[in-house]
């Protein structure tokens, strides 16, 4: 089995910052990849940003690409997820995502709110 601990949500002002860690323990063995998605309250759960663990190759989605960066510490299975210039529509619940073995495995979590 995979868990994962999420760290780092909270309460920011808009244009201010925050970094979101997650760190896989467990059988963590060949994972293609690790990131982070968003749901905000009556909406869907969006794909944020994630980033291959073999080649550190990141993905980001349009809506947060050049605030946002994803980074990894392979060594200690962690992936981070650092916003900057936040925007209160960049409220959510986020969750972080590990790809292995085939198998997407989720965390419980963080909340991320950005007040006006």
């Known amino acids: 089995q995979v868990q994962l601990l999420e760290s780092g949500g909270g309460l920011v002002q808009a244009g201010g910052s925050l970094r979101l860690s997650c760190a896989a323990s467990g059988r963590t063995f060949r994972t293609y990849s690790m990131g982070w998605f968003r749901q905000a309250p009556g909406k869907e759960r969006d794909f944020v940003a994630a980033?291959?663990?073999?080649?550190?190759?990141?993905s980001i989605a349009d809506s947060v690409k050049g605030r946002f960066t994803i980074s990894r510490d392979n060594a200690n299975n962690t992936v981070y997820l650092l916003m900057n210039s936040l925007k209160p529509e960049d409220t959510a619940v986020y969750y972080c995502?590990?790809?292995?073995?085939?198998?997407?495995?989720w965390g419980q979590g963080t909340q991320v709110t950005v007040s006006s």
């Open positions: 995502n590990a790809h292995i073995r085939g198998v997407n495995y």
């Open positions: 980033v291959s663990w073999s080649d550190g190759m990141p």
